[in-house]
């Protein structure tokens, strides 16, 4: 399995501002990540604590690929 973890600042409060104009486009590149996960039968997850936004990706390891 291979476990890939992201962790960014956010605002403490919860009120997710951000400075994007467009929001149709808002938040598609987490979509994407997910979608990837499922195709190597994997999963994501989101979580948030005080202040810190956090994604976590878990994949199984292609049999085909090399192991360092």
Known sequence: MILIRCENACDPDGL???TRKDDY???IGLKNVEDIAKRFDGAMDI???KGTFIISVMMKKC???TSD
């Open 16 to 18: 997710h501002k951000h």
């Open 47 to 49: 979580s948030e604590g």
């Open 63 to 65: 049999p085909f690929t």
């Open 25 to 27: 486009w808002h938040g």
